[in-house]
């Protein structure tokens, strides 16, 4: 059972739209790269600017999400309710740890985001294809946050 009250506003909106990306799109789960989609979706969100740190072309990355999400299984009728695959799952048990690692008491968008870029599957393949590493990611963050840590569960205003 995922605690979301250890969950950022911004990271619990993300899972939600994630979620209601999968729904929309009559996907039988909620996938990784639904959660990739709705972070780059995010007004006001971290993950862009992150991207943008990186010399990632934001654009090109949505574009290749849009590609991969028409690969994703779909239900004849919409009638299904996209529960969270496993290997997304997966993904937010490593945001977690993400968070434990940089001692933040809530897991925010940079986790999950985090997490994401060392997903196996899809997911992390993409990322990896644009050159997004966990690595840039993390000097990226350190640029956007400082020395910042995630107290609350709106963090992102701060930086």
Same mark, same amino acid.
């Given at each position: 059972?995922?605690?979301?009250?250890?969950?950022?506003?911004?990271?619990?909106?993300?899972?939600?739209?994630?979620?209601?990306?999968?729904?929309?799109?009559?996907?039988?789960?909620?996938?990784?790269?639904?959660?990739?989609?709705?972070?780059?979706?995010?007004?006001?969100?971290?993950?862009?600017?992150?991207?943008?740190?990186?010399?990632?072309?934001?654009?090109?990355?949505?574009?290749?999400?849009?590609?991969?999400?028409?690969?994703?299984?779909?239900?004849?009728?919409?009638?299904?309710?996209?529960?969270? #695959?496993?290997?997304?799952?997966?993904?937010?048990?490593?945001?977690?740890?993400?968070?434990?690692?940089?001692?933040?008491?809530?897991?925010?968008?940079?986790?999950?985001?985090?997490?994401?870029?060392?997903?196996?599957?899809?997911?992390?393949?993409?990322?990896?294809?644009?050159?997004?590493?966990?690595?840039?990611?993390?000097?990226?963050?350190?640029?956007?946050?400082? #020395?910042?840590?995630?107290?609350?569960?709106?963090?992102?205003?701060?930086?």
């Amino acid at each position: 059972m995922i605690r979301f009250d250890k969950f950022t506003v911004k990271a619990q909106e993300a899972i939600a739209s994630a979620q209601e990306l999968a729904f929309k799109g009559n996907n039988t789960e909620t996938d990784p790269l639904h959660l990739l989609s709705a972070l780059l979706g995010q007004e006001d969100g971290v993950i862009v600017p992150l991207l943008q740190k990186t010399g990632v072309a934001v654009s090109s990355v949505q574009n290749s999400i849009d590609r991969s999400l028409k690969d994703l299984p779909r239900l004849e009728r919409g009638m299904g309710d996209a529960s969270l #695959s496993v290997e997304l799952q997966e993904v937010i048990k490593r945001s977690l740890g993400e968070a434990e690692g940089l001692h933040d008491e809530y897991v925010s968008t940079e986790h999950l985001f985090l997490a994401l870029a060392e997903a196996a599957g899809r997911t992390g393949k993409l990322l990896a294809g644009h050159g997004v590493t966990r690595d840039r990611v993390l000097k990226a963050l350190a640029s956007v946050r400082g #020395s910042q840590r995630v107290t609350d569960q709106n963090p992102e205003s701060k930086y």
